[in-house]
């Protein structure tokens, strides 16, 4: 059984060139005993017959991972199992290349060089998560501690990085694809490369968009053609670094029509100064990385490495600070904010920092009363 650990940081380079020139069709996988062996090189296998499996760790439109004992080996691993149904073999071998390729390094999960198929299914063996996945980890509305956003963080960074200097992007980055093998964080790794592409590749948009969908695929519409890049995960990767700290999604879809990104949209691009609510816990500084990672133009975006620059700062505002409190950049004075009808509305006693829907009630009222 492959063990990615015995491979050098030295040697992830050539090992990694030499894996991804093999054609599709060549899928490094040696059966037992040629018996075994299909016309593509896969061991056809009976699930129960090889390992017991005790429980269900995930489902997807994928198919499932299982939990399961190796009976040769005694080594608890994670299977993931690929409908048939849902999967040409093609797209089986990519994804488990792609997985195993990666490997080496020491924030992606480990891929061994064990697959297979079933009557029903495709199979490949992964080292198993003790401690689940980054979403149950995430508090709702409130988020995780700082240090712990950081530990994660790091490590995410450090394993996209690997991915984008050799020209691979992940396409799905979210809570649900990072795996927890430490409870206080300090080993996390990236997993799922099921919608991994090579940078430049051009596709067609089947799916819908999620909160992590960065606008310029927002924006096509399906069947319209998109170019992958490096930059949709940078996107992912901030829209992340949100939810973990705030426990929210910024936004459902990074789309003018959402009022909630058209609100970050403004001030994004300075044509507001006001920061956004949800925005106001964070620090001057981190705000600026937002800036540069969730960049509507593709080619202003930031690589997912300046996330280094920011780990020796402060992210979050101290508790004791309101929430409601802006940035110095967004600090204005009383006079600048007036205009003409503000200026009417407050000399009849109308309070116009209210909330919006409480100031437009109260308009409405005062002009029946008039």
Request: glycine share 4%; with cysteine; proline share 4%.
């Amino acid at each position: 059984m492959y063990e990615p650990s015995i491979y050098k940081e030295s040697e992830q380079q050539t090992f990694f060139k030499m894996m991804t020139e093999l054609k599709t069709d060549s899928l490094r996988v040696i059966p037992r005993s040629p018996r075994c062996s299909t016309a593509d090189n896969l061991l056809r296998l009976t699930l129960k017959d090889h390992y017991d499996v005790t429980r269900e760790l995930g489902r997807g439109t994928y198919g499932q991972v299982l939990f399961a004992r190796c009976r040769e080996t005694g080594k608890n691993v994670a299977l993931k199992v690929l409908s048939k149904s849902n999967t040409k073999l093609r797209e089986f071998e990519r994804e488990f290349r792609f997985s195993y390729f990666l490997s080496p390094h020491s924030n992606v999960v480990d891929t061994y060089n064990v697959a297979f198929e079933t009557r029903t299914a495709f199979v490949f063996a992964q080292e198993f998560a003790a401690y689940g996945d980054l979403f149950e980890k995430i508090p709702p509305q409130q988020g995780m501690a700082e240090n712990d956003v950081k530990n994660v963080i790091k490590q995410v960074s450090s394993a996209l990085d690997f991915m984008h200097s050799n020209d691979l992007v992940h396409r799905d980055i979210k809570p649900e694809n990072i795996l927890i093998f430490e409870p206080d964080f300090r080993k996390v790794k990236l997993t799922d490369f099921g919608m991994t592409r090579k940078e430049g590749l051009i596709l067609r948009k089947v799916n819908g968009s999620i909160p992590y969908t960065p606008p310029e695929v927002c924006e096509a519409v399906k069947n319209e053609s998109i170019t992958v890049s490096s930059s949709g995960d940078v996107w992912a990767f901030g829209v992340l670094l949100f939810c973990m700290m705030t426990g929210n999604f910024p936004w459902e879809n990074a789309e003018i029509s959402d009022i909630y990104y058209n609100e970050f949209s403004l001030w994004q691009r300075r044509k507001c100064t006001k920061t956004p609510s949800q925005w106001r816990k964070f620090t001057p500084r981190i705000l600026r990385f937002f800036r540069k990672t969730l960049e509507a133009k593709v080619e202003r975006r930031c690589d997912v490495k300046e996330i280094k620059k920011y780990f020796s700062d402060t992210w979050l505002k101290p508790c004791a600070q309101s929430i409601s409190d802006e940035t110095e950049e967004d600090i204005t004075t009383d006079a600048d904010n007036i205009n003409p009808l503000t200026s009417f509305l407050q000399s009849h006693g109308i309070d116009t920092k209210l909330d919006e829907k409480l100031r437009e009630r109260r308009i409405s009222e005062w002009l029946l009363a008039l």
